[in-house]
């Protein structure tokens, strides 16, 4: 398909924050069928304008300023107009959406003291 020298296959890293927020303009996920990806909740973290195909769940919208959604039915000129139209999109700070998240459901904290309130209800039974 001539990408050979577009695309890198990096494989298992620890330093995926890094290179999202360096190497990145725009996240594309034009998945035929998800459930909940965390990279994009990764991605949007970082800051990227985060293009969506229909079939993600609404639950991946973390910090909906940098979430856009394109059916994948539409022609590819739609898709690249949308990257197009999002590349440039600006944020007050990168620390922003990082907040967001940090205050959402997918903070490990928060979601560890959820779990453990389930636990303890049924422990109680």
Request: with cysteine; glycine share 4%.
């Amino acid at each position: 398909m001539g990408l050979k020298d577009k695309v890198i296959f990096t494989g298992l890293r620890s330093d995926v924050p890094r290179l999202m927020m360096g190497a990145m303009n725009v996240f594309l996920l034009p998945s035929l069928n998800e459930g909940l990806p965390l990279v994009s909740i990764e991605a949007q973290a970082a800051g990227l304008p985060c293009v969506f195909s229909e079939v993600i769940p609404e639950e991946a919208d973390a910090v909906g300023s940098l979430v856009h959604r394109v059916a994948l039915n539409l022609p590819a000129q739609k898709w690249v107009d949308v990257i197009i139209d999002v590349k440039n999109e600006t944020i007050s700070s990168k620390k922003q959406p990082l907040d967001v998240i940090s205050q959402s459901s997918f903070n490990i904290i928060k979601s560890v003291a959820q779990l453990e309130k389930i636990y303890a209800v049924y422990a109680e039974k």
